[in-house]
């Protein structure tokens, strides 16, 4: 059974900084991808990043380009987003998601098949 766990929401105002931590157990798979969508209240869940464990290769959605990192601790079997410059707009529930997908030679996070429980992050004007 796979198991994905987060950690390390919380509330911050404007312009500061959460590093989300993704624990995961249970994954078989040699290859696949991991990453973060989130959900704010009243709006659609979107992915905010991802990393192929295959080759690496990691994603950003535009609007978090240049503010967010993904990276993976291979020996602790963990996932990080780090989030600076936090805006309001950046409020939402997070949650890690793995993925099988493959396409155009890596693996997306486009649809998840495991979700974790999530964390809250919320920003203040």
């Known amino acids: 059974e796979v198991h994905l766990v987060e950690s390390g929401g919380g509330l911050v105002k404007t312009g500061g900084s959460l590093r989300l931590s993704c624990a995961a157990a249970g994954f078989t798979f040699d290859n696949y991808a991991i990453g973060w969508f989130r959900q704010a209240p009243g709006k659609e869940r979107e992915e905010v990043s991802c990393?192929?464990?295959?080759?690496?290769?990691?994603s950003y959605a535009e609007s978090v380009k240049g503010r967010f990192t993904i990276s993976s601790d291979s020996a602790k079997n963990t996932v990080y987003l780090q989030m600076d410059s936090l805006k309001p707009e950046d409020t939402a529930k997070y949650y890690c998601?793995?993925?099988?997908?493959?396409?155009?030679?890596?693996?997306?996070?486009?649809?998840?098949?495991?979700w974790g429980q999530g964390t809250l992050v919320t920003v203040s004007s």
């Open positions: 990393i192929s464990k295959s080759n690496n290769r990691k």
């Open positions: 998601v793995t993925s099988t997908t493959y396409s155009d030679g890596t693996y997306s996070c486009d649809y998840p098949e495991h």
